[in-house]
């Protein structure tokens, strides 16, 4: 397995890190996966996955979102950048796509979104879903409690502090929330990746109000019925979550998305909830479980 690191250039101007996994020895490559991470985090926490998916035989691209990893724009961590994020983050992932795509031609091109990644993604899907063969979503959720609390308190906050300021009693509802119920990190329960996760310098960091009220804005779109019609009902899709996952409601979100996805005639449409896993299904205990599913779904779309 052989991995590069490149640049390109968001439309926001912002210099975006993104790797690429590609296999070493192989004879044919199944397919193209880009894979887009979550919220408070950055690319190469996905390295471990990214490796697993090349030696599986796929190329595997893994790019930041600007304002996360070293992809800042002005330096600014936890910022989307200039122009309205619900644009300018979904040109973006068709821009990296054009670039990947030139470079290998006549591949099955497949896209994979963890949590805030995953609402990205399905509104990708709503304007450029013929251009892949195939999305697998992680941690999805709606317009659910937590959104309508979460709307309250950044309103509020861009009202008394500006939309550049930075609240920590915003990060520490979020915590709250998400922590409810639960017994530790509300990411996983594996400890050895909570500790990582907390000691990373460019993770669990706090978004500035305009970040989270653009957050939100994703979940209020993607929640649309009438906006979800516009997915291509012959887009295989694969649906993910946690049982313990309280962004989704512990799965309920999911179950929601997959019924209103089936009801607007998808024709390959799959899911599955994790009994015993959180929000970060990738990085929890037995998260070869996860893997192993991925890579069979993957591996009836490619006939390889």
């Known amino acids: 397995m052989m991995k590069l690191t490149e640049t390109y250039t968001s439309l926001t101007q912002t ?17 193209i996966i880009q894979l887009h991470h979550g919220l408070c985090e950055h690319s190469d926490r996905y390295q471990k996955f990214a490796e697993y998916l090349s030696h599986e035989g796929f190329i595997v691209v893994v790019p930041d979102f600007p304002g996360h990893g070293t992809s800042l724009y002005h330096f600014e961590q936890g910022y989307f950048g200039s122009g ?5 983050l979904i040109e973006d992932m068709q821009r990296l796509r054009h670039i990947i795509a030139k470079r290998y031609e006549d591949l099955p091109y497949f ?29 999805t959720c709606m317009k659910n409690n937590f959104y309508y609390r979460m709307k309250t308190i ?7 502090h500006g939309q550049m300021n930075r609240s920590r009693v ?16 509300y990411k996983m329960s594996n400890q050895k990746e909570v ?42 899709v694969y649906l993910l979550s946690g049982g313990f996952d309280n ?23 799959q899911y599955k909830i994790y009994d015993n896993k959180r929000q970060d299904i ?23």
């Open 195 to 236: 500790q990582l996760y907390q000691e990373d310098p460019l993770s669990d960091f706090v978004y500035t109000n305009q970040a989270y009220h653009d957050i939100l804005e994703y979940i209020k779109y993607v929640s649309d019925e009438d906006h979800l019609k516009h997915i291509p009902d012959y887009l295989p």
């Open 247 to 269: 962004l989704t409601k512990n799965g309920k979100d999911t179950i929601k998305l997959y019924q209103i996805l089936k009801g607007n005639g998808l024709k390959d449409l």
């Open 15 to 31: 210099h975006i890190k993104f790797d690429i996994y590609q296999p070493n020895v192989i004879l044919r490559y199944k397919g």
């Open 154 to 160: 950044v309103d509020l906050n861009i009202l008394l």
């Open 84 to 88: 309205n994020a619900l644009d300018t």
């Open 111 to 139: 896209m994979i979104g963890v949590d805030f990644g995953s609402l990205v993604l399905l509104k990708y899907a709503m304007t450029y879903g013929n251009y892949i063969n195939g999305m697998i979503m992680l941690g």
């Open 170 to 185: 915003i990060k520490k509802a979020v915590d709250l929330f998400l922590q409810k119920n639960l017994n530790g990190c």
């Open 282 to 304: 990738l990085h929890d205990n037995n998260y070869r479980d996860v893997y192993h599913d991925i890579m069979h779904w993957l591996d009836e779309k490619t006939y390889i």
